[in-house]
C-alpha cells in the first residue's frame, strides 16, 4: 500500500460549502498537507484563512461561474501568479488506466492528487486521493467537526470503468 506520509495530520479542514465547495477545500487540504511535508508554503499562509471562500466562484459570482478545475486554478494563477502550486493533468476517454497508474506515482512522490468521482447523474464529489492499494484507491470523504477524517474507499476497477464509459471528469490536480 501507497499513501501520503502523515495525511491525517491534516484533520481541521473543514469543507464550508457542503454544496459547491469541495475543489476550493480539495485544494487548501492539499496546500496545507504538503506545507507539513515540507515546511513551505506555496502561497501566503494569511490568504489560506479565507481560501475556500475566495476560491468558491459559483457562490463568490452569484452563480454566473462555475465551480470547475479549469476556473478555479485559473484564479488561483490570477492571484498567486508567481507561485507552482499544481500540476493540472487530463487524460481522455478510454485512458482510465494509465489514469490510475499516473496518480499511483504521484501519490508515491508525496503529491496529493484531486480528483472527482461521479456519485449520481447531477452530483459530483471532488476528494483528495491519499492512499493506493494494488485494488482500491482511498480519497478524504470529509473531514468532520471533532476532525475525524471520512475516508471513502473504491475499487480501482470501478474508477477505471467511471473514466471509460464517460461517467465521470477526465482531469484531476496534482499538487506539489
Known amino acids: ?8 495530520q491534516i484533520n481541521n479542514v473543514i469543507q464550508q460549502d457542503r454544496r459547491y465547495g469541495c475543489i476550493p477545500w480539495a485544494i487548501e487540504w492539499s496546500i496545507r498537507y ?3 511535508i515540507t515546511g513551505q508554503w506555496r502561497i501566503p499562509v494569511n490568504s489560506l484563512n479565507t481560501f475556500q471562500q475566495d476560491y468558491n466562484l459559483y457562490v463568490r459570482t452569484n452563480r ?3 465551480n470547475t478545475f479549469s476556473t478555479i486554478l485559473n484564479e488561483i494563477r490570477k492571484n498567486h501568479s508567481r507561485t ?9 476517454q478510454g485512458a482510465g488506466n494509465r489514469k490510475i497508474l499516473f496518480i499511483e506515482k504521484q501519490i508515491l512522490k ?5 480528483m472527482p468521482l461521479k456519485l449520481t447523474r447531477t452530483s459530483t464529489h471532488i476528494m483528495p486521493v491519499v492512499e493506493v492499494d494494488s485494488n482500491k484507491f482511498k480519497m478524504i470523504w470529509e473531514i468532520q467537526q471533532n476532525g475525524a477524517l471520512v475516508i471513502f474507499q473504491v475499487p480501482k476497477s470501478v474508477l477505471i470503468n467511471i473514466h471509460d464509459s464517460n461517467l465521470s471528469g477526465k482531469a484531476f490536480i496534482v499538487v506539489r
Not at 110 to 114: H, K, T, V
Open 34 to 36: 504538503k506545507h507539513l
Open 110 to 114: 508525496g503529491n496529493p492528487c484531486i
Open 64 to 66: 454566473t461561474t462555475p
Open 84 to 92: 507552482r502550486l499544481y500540476h493540472y493533468q487530463r487524460f481522455q
Open 1 to 8: 500500500m501507497t499513501s501520503l506520509p502523515q495525511y491525517r
